[in-house]
């Protein structure tokens, strides 16, 4: 379960309307039949119901990209693969009238912002909706009757800093200001990208690896997550897991969809099927629930930045603090495959937890000799 939209599984419908506004979600919720209230948590009121006979969740993302990504990442998780955007813009040209609808081909964003965060400071980013959701949404648009501007928007982060744009962007074909749509762009739910260090399918970017964990590790798959966009019908991402000997139990540390090739994803989609299960491994221990489960068989080779605290896997959970696991941070496949070693052989929960205690001494004495 995501840690702000604290809703269970199947409570978030494939498409979704967010909006910034709780008020805008309520009002729209009255439009569905059957809807109930699936999140509260964080004040991002969510509901699912019916409209057209179709399921539809409507949530709030809040103000601004940072909020608005939260949402957007965590509603991808829970399994929303459609996402549109209702929300209030400042018209840059005369000619748009009050009420009127634009539909953004594209949206303009600063350099650095979210976007670093997601990118690194050498991209940017062509930030563009889906093709089909926007020629339908136009078309939808003019068979209700509603005026339509077709266009490129402007995503700003400052709401008070905006004196000159109706001039600067207007003049470049800008039609409008916002806040939320370059990052919804970026996240939107048919790219390969997963969320943060609970999916990988692209990694954010890092400047390089060099990190406190220098060691690779041998980690047991227990699970996938099904591609999207170019992986679809392969396993987009692995659920992996380290072994400890003293319960003969596999504690999950990480999900890798970093450093696959498309060879790689064939192969692994082949290779892991012969170990497919209906339902999690009894010597499997996981919060997370993979779409697929596997007996534990298949070893792959695994590096990553560091090794982190996570509320998500069980990895050593409660060694360093309550209810808390460890994660490996980054991670990516090396490209081997160990087929010389049996699950068992793993890298083990202790070994994971030494790693831990060791990068936490060098991070002290780097502090300390500057």
Known sequence: MPIHIRAGEGDVAERVVIVGDPARARQLSGLLTDVKV?????????????????????????????????????????????????GTTGALRREI?????????????????????????TVNYPAVPNYDTLTALVQGLRDAGVRVWIGPVYSSDAFYAEEDLANVMGS????????????LFLLKADSIYEMGARGWLWIKYKRDYRSELTDTLDLVVVGAFWGRGKRAGTYGALLIAAYDPKTDQFYTVSK?????????????????????????????????????????????EIIGAEIT?????????GSIRPDVGLAIRFPRFTGRYRTDKSPEQATTVDEILEMYKEQKKVKIEESANP
């Open 256 to 300: 890798v969809g970093s450093g696959f090739t498309d060879e790689d994803l064939v192969k692994l989609r082949q290779l892991l099927d012969q170990y497919r299960i209906p339902h999690r491994h009894p010597r499997v221990v996981s919060k997370m629930e993979p779409d697929v489960w596997f007996v534990p068989a298949v070893v792959l």
């Open 97 to 121: 009238g009050i009420g009127d609808v634009i539909v953004p081909t594209g949206s303009a964003y600063n350099s650095g912002g979210i976007y670093m965060q997601y990118l690194g400071s």
């Open 172 to 183: 470049r074909g800008i039609l409008g200001v916002e806040m939320e749509t370059a990052i």
């Open 38 to 86: 699936v999140n509260e948590n964080r004040g991002f009121i969510t509901y699912t119901g019916t409209y057209g006979g179709v399921r539809v969740t409507v949530a709030t993302h809040g103000v601004g990209a940072p909020s608005a990504a939260i949402v957007i990442e965590e509603l991808i998780k829970l399994g929303a693969k459609l996402i549109i955007r209702l």
């Open 309 to 317: 605290l996570s509320p998500l896997h069980t990895c050593c959970m």
